[in-house]
Structures are given as C-alpha cells and as structure tokens.
C-alpha cells in the first residue's frame, strides 16, 4: 500500500463550502429534492423507512445536504463545533466545486447538471471525477471536462489535462459491495464467531485459516465447524485438506488461554492475501520495548474465486481503456469505495499483482491510480484518510512527461 493524507478543515470553512455547493445546485432543484426528503421522514413514515438514503425516491446529493443542514442545525442549538460525516463529504464536494470555478474550468457546468440528474447513479462518478480535476488544477495544471456524447457512441475519457501533449485521464468509482461479497462475509463471520466460542471451551487460542475452491453454502459451513470441533478438541496444528469438499484447514496455536504472547509472532502468522480477515486480542501490555497480548485470536478466509470487489476493478480498467485514444499518455483512477478500511492494504496488495498482469499486452494505459478515502472520527477530531496506489505500465507506448507528476505518487 502506498501513500496516505490527512485532510482537516475549520468548521467554519465547512459551512462555507457546504453553502457554496447549495448556491452552485440551486433553490428550485434543492427545494422540490427536500420537499421529497421531508415527506419520507415524516413521522408515519419513519417505520417504512429504515435509511432515509435507501428510497430510490431520493437524490444523494440531496440526502447528503439534508444531513448536513440537520447536524449544522444541532450543533447550532447546542453551541457545539464537531464536523460529521455528511458535513464532511458535503465540504470536500463544495471545495472542488470552488476550485474548479474560481479557474473558470471548462465544462464544469455540465458537470453540475449531472450531480443533479434524475439519473441518480450519476452522482458518485461525477464527484470523483470532480475529485480529480480538482486535485490536478491545485497542483497549477490546467484542466477541461470532456462531454461524453453517449447517444452518438463516442466514447470520451472523462478529464484532459492540458500538459505539454495533453494527458487524458478516465474515473470510475465502485458501487458498494455486491450480494455475493456480503453473502461470503456473513459466512465467515458466522465461522469465526462459533470457533471463538470452541476456543472458549478448550481454553485455547488459535491462528484460523480456511481455504475454499467455490463460496461456500450452509452445508459446507456446517462441515468446517465441525471438523474445527473435533481439531480444536485434540489440540491438532497444521495444514488439513478436504479434496472432495474443496476445502482446506490450517491450524496454528497461538497461546493458552490468558497466556502473554508477543505480538510480533502474530502478525507474522498468515503473511497472506486473504479475501477477509479479522485479528482479535484481549489486552495488550508493553514490557521495556515489546508488546505482549493476552488471547490473541486470528481468522483468515481465501476463495480460489476472486471476490467481486476485485474482479469489479479488473473489468473497470478494461472499459476504461475504451475511452483512451491511445494517441496520448492515458491515466485510469479507480476508486474503491470501500466500507471495510481494515482490508485495504490486503487488498491493494491483490489488486497490485492483477493490475500488472493485465497491463502487460497493453500500451494505452500508462498508469492506474486507486484510491480509497474513509472517514475517520473520535472524542477529539474528525478527519478523512486518503490512500492511494500508483501503478505504472512499463509497456505503455507513451510515458508521462518527466516534470509531470502523478497526483497520489508523491504520497509513496
């Protein structure tokens, strides 16, 4: 994983931006959107309604301000000075928003129009792309949104950087995390939480690994557990293989129950790229210059099949390759959209060796950039995290002027 930025703002700076992206979308739009938000968040409606962001009814830019305005409200009335999440998300938009027309961008108006569209699976793209443009247009570069003429069959990259030549980069961002994803983390979740309790019985604290060949079903949850049973009962260690189930066990002792055991020897475990996983301690405890932890638990979960999260990203970059020219030096930003931060650097670490692989029979592209950002809050400070990974293609037929520099590598 590479790259990792801190982004802290004023309250009042805040308030400021989250008023300039009100004024830029307009009364009359924002007006009939509320009037919508309103009604769903009636009280007789409250039952049917258990996220005011889940009706399709209403606009995500709308609901964000909405948000916002109610935390800005409260806080008012009991003189507090915090930021949330929605205030946060909101003044990263208005902030871009201001950068791009104090330059006086071009096509930053049709961009407005599309945060506001009725087709509202617009929204995220479109803030990413702004995201972008902006973060190139503070670093001096001089930038244009692109029009994308869907009904005549052009196919545009989304930004041009006006550098030298020109570089064209195209954004895409991830919708949140598909059923099949969901459906396979509940399985494990449901595996680690009743080996937990065996560990409990036999007073015992293990380093889990379960290694599948398809996503697994009730029967082969029922299966695991019961093998896990059995193993944990006789104290077993090592590497237990199921062929005919396609499944396999790996078993590591890590302390007896309420033991001290130093913390290197933990992470060190399971150096793998997993599909999911979850480290559990008990307290920790430093000694002069080591760290001990009582009942350290570790699970780790890998399907042979690539999670959809990741095979997403893979299949993004091919059609973003389709909105390339392929005259110019091209940059593809995938951003991640992630909810769980914990599997981020595992993976980036994935989706760096994939990426690879897929740009060697491919000269277009120069350079893919993920990114994910997270929203980070405590009794003292909110925050967003953002984390960036630049891959280079060694084969690209056009390399990026050397004054230039990738927004996210100087992160590394």
């Not at 800005?72 to 929605?86: C, F, I, M, V």
């Not at 201001?98 to 108006?109: A, H, S």
């Not at 793209?125 to 069959?153: R, W």
């Not at 944990?232 to 002792?253: A, C, N, S, T």
């Amino acid at each position: 994983m590479k790259g990792a930025n801190m982004r802290k703002t004023s309250f009042v700076t805040h308030k400021k931006y989250v008023g300039f992206v009100k004024e830029l979308v307009g009364n009359k739009w924002l007006s009939q959107e509320l009037k919508k938000i309103k009604l769903c968040a009636a009280p007789e409606k409250k039952r049917k309604l258990s996220f005011i962001g889940s009706t399709d009814k209403i606009h995500p830019l709308a609901n964000l301000i909405y948000q916002a305005d109610q935390t800005l409200e409260a806080y008012n009335q009991k003189g507090l000075y915090q930021t949330s999440e929605q205030i946060f998300k909101l003044s990263c938009l208005g902030e871009n928003l201001f950068i791009l027309k104090e330059k006086g961008i071009r096509g930053l108006d049709e961009k407005v129009k599309e945060l506001i569209s009725s087709k509202k699976e617009l929204y995220d793209k479109t803030n990413f792309e702004i995201q972008v443009a902006a973060a190139y247009t503070k670093e001096g570069h001089p930038v244009e949104f692109l029009e994308t003429i869907s009904d005549k069959k052009i196919k545009t990259h989304d930004v041009f950087i006006d550098f030298q030549k020109g570089i064209e980069v195209e954004c895409k961002k991830k919708g949140k995390q598909g059923d099949r994803d969901k459906k396979n983390i509940e399985h494990w979740k449901e595996i680690k939480r009743e080996a937990s309790i065996m560990m409990d019985q036999f007073n015992l604290n293990y380093a889990v690994l379960i290694k599948t060949e398809e996503d697994l079903v009730k029967e082969d949850i029922e299966f695991v557990l019961k093998k896990l049973q059995k193993l944990m009962k006789e104290r077993k260690e090592g590497e237990f293989v199921f062929k005919d189930r396609g499944i396999g066990i790996v078993l590591k002792i890590l302390s007896e129950k309420d033991q001290m055991k130093e913390m290197d020897g933990i992470y060190s475990c399971f150096n793998k790229k997993l599909d999911y996983k979850v480290l559990v301690i008990g307290s920790l405890t430093h000694k002069e210059e080591t760290m001990f932890c009582k009942n350290p638990r570790f699970f780790g979960f890998k399907n042979a099949v690539i999670p959809d999260r990741i095979k997403s990203v893979i299949e993004s970059i091919k059609d973003a390759k389709k909105k390339l020219s392929g005259n110019l030096p091209g940059l593809i930003y995938v951003n991640l959209n992630m909810t769980d931060p914990s599997m981020l650097k595992n993976d980036f670490e994935r989706l760096d060796t994939l990426i690879k692989k897929s740009l060697e029979n491919n000269s277009t592209i120069t350079a893919v950039i993920i990114t994910s950002d997270f929203f980070l809050s405590d009794s003292k400070r909110s925050s967003y995290s953002h984390k960036t990974m630049v891959i280079k293609n060694e084969n690209t037929k056009y390399v990026l002027p050397s004054d230039f520099e990738i927004i996210g590598e100087s992160l590394n």
